[in-house]
């Protein structure tokens, strides 16, 4: 009898066991595909999201290359269909002018000093008697207030007026050097819409000459003069606004160093006044 039951149970077993395996392998593989197909999912959307965002990538550097070389581009353009000959110069005005706008910043910039400490120095060696002393003081020093109460060192045994003649005549000649360069800049200034001017005209008898050869007026044959005539005369107007804000700064330097001439004059005279009733 137990044999029996054993018997049956281990046919039972050799059948099921088989049966549950093919139900379980079906399970196992359907699990599996959904997995991959979970895992696939991602990565093709993750891919195709990444294709995307290159994509977009791509096409905002090629917009910010185009936005960064945009003005560049489009002065050269305008540059080339004002006609190159009329706009190279203008650009030749704009160049020369700004060279000497430049020169003559940087010189009056350099010849910029503190004059209060200075005129002390020079005030405080005259009260000692030391004039070698402050023709030294004033040699070593740069600039037109050094230069002018240097010149009346040299005159200091003469009197008085003749010593303020000496400084007036020599401030005249240090304000002519400060202004020097000034009147090409002027020139530059009134140049620059000149040819702007000149090329409108020049735009509007190409202009008529199409019209005549074509025997029509149509927006087409008139267009590319007018181009020119306008595009010459804006780019005239710009180059003679920017020449004329350099200008105007570089009067305002020569305005502040005069002004410093004639106080620093003033307290020198002061100085030498001093000396001789001590003398």
Known sequence: MNRLIFFFLLTALLFVTPAAQAQQTPVKDSTELVKNDTATAPALSADSAMAAIDAE????????????GGLHKQLKRKFIEGSAGFMSLVALALVLGLAFCIERIIYLTLSEINCRKFMHDVDARLEQNDVEGAKELCRDTRGPVASICYQGLLHIKEPLEQIDRQLTNYGMVQISKMEKGCTWIRLFIAVAPSLG??????????????????????PTIVAEGMKVALITTIFGIIVAIVLQFFYNYILSKIEHLTAQMEESAITFM????KLKNKN
Do not use: K, N, P, Y
């Open 57 to 68: 990538l791509g096409g905002m550097e090629e917009t910010g290359a185009e936005e960064g």
């Open 197 to 218: 001017f000149l090329g409108t005209v020049i735009g509007m008898v190409m202009a008529f000459d199409r019209i005549q050869t074509a025997g029509d007026i149509s």
């Open 270 to 273: 002061d100085s030498v006044t």
